[in-house]
């Protein structure tokens, strides 16, 4: 039945095959991994890429004026360009390179925040953001005296944009937004959202952590002057994440993190500092995981990301109905624009015990408020059980996720 449904041509077997981890057992079963919002596994590729890099061709960068450091620099400086590529970005300066899309957003808040956000100043986010994107612009706000606001969801978990332009004024400064809900889906239109707050002169951040795995993100398209989003996500290495900045406003702002290589002169009287992006990639970077994220832009555009986004849009399709059939489940996050995510809740069970049910099956989800507490209140639940896709994954692991919940459902009736 499954094979039926899924009608984009897509030899998931033979990807399959690319990622060690797709391989393990959990429990004497074969691992069925849901839990690709939190992370995804890595192919073959990108694990040779760094191993080889480790232990072939190691040195730091920007520094040696011997062979091996220069080669680390060159691909360093190559695995720019190909991330700026990657993403739309007109020039690769425009790409900076940190732990992650938290410390991506962080930066900004940090930066553009204490240049530009001063007392009555508005910052705009959305009721259904991650805390990542939540946290740093309350502790913002608290410092500049600024005022935080919330564009408000429907039922099915949709931005309501007739709020969001009451929201936006002449003293919007910046609105930062998640692309995806990492806790429901929720494509959010941020074309129209970026547009409508340039009208009002603000800046836009988005945070792409969990758009960047399963769409085209084209920021020169989009407009944007922000972007966030994590290496971990798109089957690169953890602790290498990306931020996007229009060249401009980069220049504009004062660093972030301050020590070696991201100064121009140092006296002891005074520093000057270099330009972006070296300005706010203070101390040794990340650079095997560098190494690794170009590794997994190479797979991903392999495969190409417009035919991962229509064989991920038939397994949420598949995934839906299977669930839907099942008695007593609530799908929780149903807009109209859905990313491959799929949170439920059943009724007197807890998701951290669904959780723990399944994984006795070798069913990998998450249970939990998934680092958005402010969601998980609008709809009424503590936590939600979350089953997020890849384009590794297959129907058949659908099914077994199905048949997982219908065993829940007996084990509480």
């Known amino acids: 039945m499954a094979e039926k449904i899924i009608k984009t041509e897509f030899d998931v077997e033979r990807i399959r095959g690319d990622f060690p981890m797709l391989s393990v057992m959990v429990n004497n079963k074969p691992l069925k991994y849901l839990d690709n919002a939190a992370t995804t596994h890595k192919p073959f590729s990108v694990i040779e890429r760094v191993r080889k890099f480790d232990t072939e061709e190691y040195a730091t960068i920007h520094r040696g004026t011997y062979k091996l450091g220069e080669r680390a620099t060159i691909l360093y400086n190559e695995m720019r360009t190909k991330v700026a590529s990657f993403i739309g970005a007109p020039e690769p300066r425009s790409i900076i390179f940190t732990s992650g899309a938290t410390q991506s957003i962080n930066l900004v808040a940090y930066s553009f925040g204490h240049r530009y956000i001063n007392e009555g100043d508005e910052i705009i986010i959305s009721h259904i953001e991650h805390h990542a994107n939540i946290v740093p612009w309350q502790v913002l706000c608290e410092e500049r005296k600024a005022i935080l606001k919330v564009i408000p969801v429907n039922d099915n978990g949709e931005l309501i944009m007739e709020k969001y332009e009451q929201l936006l004024s002449e003293k919007t400064r910046l609105v930062a937004i998640t692309h995806i809900s990492n806790a429901l889906g929720t494509v959010n239109p941020v074309r129209e959202i970026v547009k409508k707050a340039h009208d009002v002169g603000a800046r836009v951040l988005i945070d792409g952590a969990q758009s960047i795995p399963h769409m085209k993100v084209n920021v020169k398209e989009l407009n944007c002057d922000f972007l966030a989003f994590s290496g971990h996500k798109i089957y690169g290495p953890t602790g290498i994440g990306v931020l996007y900045g229009k060249p401009e406003i980069l220049e504009s702002m004062p660093p972030y993190v301050t ?67 099942i008695g007593g489940i609530r799908i929780i996050g149903t807009a109209k624009n859905k990313a491959s995510i799929i949170s439920f809740s059943l009724e007197n069970v807890h998701p951290h015990d669904v959780a723990t049910i399944l994984d006795e099956d070798g069913i990998a989800v998450r249970g939990g408020h998934h680092c958005a507490q402010p969601t998980m209140k609008r709809f009424g639940v503590p936590a939600t059980t979350r089953a997020s896709f890849a384009f590794y994954n297959k129907p058949e692991e659908l099914d077994a996720l199905a048949r997982g919940v219908k065993k829940v459902l007996e084990i509480f009736s």
């Open 259 to 325: 020590g070696g290589d991201m100064i121009n002169t140092v006296t002891l009287e005074k520093t000057t500092y270099a330009k972006p992006p070296s300005k706010f990639e203070a101390g040794t970077p990340p650079i095997s995981q560098v190494i690794g994220l170009g590794a997994a832009i190479d797979y991903i555009n392999s495969i190409g990301i417009d035919r991962i986004q229509n064989y991920e849009k038939e397994l949420l399709i598949y995934g839906e109905k299977v669930l839907q059939d």
